[in-house]
């Protein structure tokens, strides 16, 4: 059975910065594109970024300039890169494997609190 497990969230001061890990066990690393997602009590789940196998990277407006997400392939391990940080960046952070263009399951992580104050 496969898992992602992300780790690296915290309280951070507006302007501060903070590193996301994703860890990947069980699953192809290859076949999926690794996304990072992240949601605010009582509001949608937001796609904050993504990463496909060959490494092209996209990000959602409200993160871009200053949000980065990378991956160590030797490590099945994808990366999220926070500078600049605002107070509408408070919420959870989940890491998803998606398969879905290789024909591979998807795997959720349980997700890391980033927390901004005003």
């Known amino acids: 059975q496969g898992q992602v497990v992300e780790s690296g969230g915290g309280l951070v001061q507006p302007g501060g910065s903070l590193r996301l890990s994703c860890a990947t066990y069980g699953i192809i690393f290859a076949r999926h594109i690794m996304r990072w997602y992240r949601q605010a009590p009582g509001k949608e789940r937001e796609l904050v970024a993504s990463?496909?196998?060959?490494?092209?990277?996209t990000y959602g407006d409200s993160v871009k300039g200053r949000f980065t997400i990378s991956k160590d392939n030797t490590k099945s391990t994808v990366y999220l890169q926070m500078t600049a940080l605002k107070p509408e960046d408070t919420g959870v952070y989940y890491c998803n494997a998606d398969g879905a263009a290789f024909l591979q399951p998807d795997y959720w992580g349980q997700g890391t609190q980033v927390t901004v104050p005003s």
């Open positions: 990463i496909t196998p060959g490494g092209g990277p």
